[in-house]
């Protein structure tokens, strides 16, 4: 069994300021994990993925995540918030041979001027 | 390339109403998703096929069926569109199915209201 918890449905930064964005998951094998990220009236796509090389993963648009297996965490961070960032951010899961990928609720970023 | 293309982009149907909703890809991908997003809920697997032929039940599959005939195609049919059916739908592929580390490739969604 899988799951992830997004903690904070709703994140507010100012642009230029630092963007996290917490993401917990539990697997019973060893997980792959993902984000998205998906813009008004879109389809998702994908921001970065772990899959057990490195643990510092960097993604596009200057995103970056860090796979922790003590914490059970894979946080979502940018240094520097850009107006265009604004958008939902997806943490999902998946385990070994398994391809289903399980969803958190979602994040949704705000970047205010 | 295209990638997904999903239709309609938006649909009201009356409740007991048969609705298809059609999803194509261009890539040559092994296998394809059906989710739904609902706010405050994240995105739900209805269905998926890991190769032309085969179908599975994911999450949320009652009140939904699909089909699987060809490599690119993955309609998903809602018999009998009851209100609860209301929702954005996404259709995602990804090159073999089988390997969980596979990025899954996402459609614009369709968006329905069932009245």
């Known amino acids: 069994a899988q799951s992830v918890t997004q903690l904070g449905s709703h994140v507010s930064v100012s642009e230029g300021a630092l963007v996290l964005l917490r993401c917990n998951y539990s697997?019973?094998?060893?997980?792959?994990l993902f984000w998205y990220v998906q813009y008004p009236n879109q389809g998702l796509q994908l921001l970065l993925k772990y899959t057990s090389a490195a643990t510092l993963v960097k993604g596009i648009n200057g995103f970056e995540a860090e796979f922790k297996k003590s914490e059970t965490s894979f946080h979502l961070t940018k240094p520097s918030a850009h107006m265009s960032d604004a958008a939902e951010y997806f943490c999902?899961?998946?385990?070994?041979?398994?391809?289903?990928?399980?969803f958190g609720k979602g994040t949704l970023l705000t970047v205010n001027p | 390339i295209a990638g997904i293309t999903q239709a309609p982009t938006s649909q009201i149907l009356a409740a007991g109403r048969r609705m298809t909703l059609r999803c194509t890809q261009d890539?040559?991908?092994?296998?394809m998703y059906w989710y739904r997003q609902d706010l405050g809920l994240g995105l739900r697997l209805i269905h998926y096929s890991n190769t032309a032929g085969t179908t599975g039940k994911g999450e949320v599959p009652d009140g939904y069926s699909v089909s699987r005939a060809n490599t690119d195609d993955f309609p998903l049919t809602l018999a009998s569109a009851v209100p609860s059916q209301t929702s954005v739908y996404f259709c995602?592929?990804?090159?073999?199915?089988?390997?969980?580390?596979?990025?899954?490739?996402f459609g614009p969604g369709t968006r329905l209201l069932v009245l």
């Open positions: 995602a592929s990804s090159p073999q199915g089988l390997a969980g580390q596979e990025t899954q490739y």
């Open positions: 999902a899961v998946s385990g070994g041979s398994n391809y289903k990928l399980t």
């Open positions: 890539m040559r991908h092994n296998a």
């Open positions: 697997s019973s094998v060893p997980p792959y």
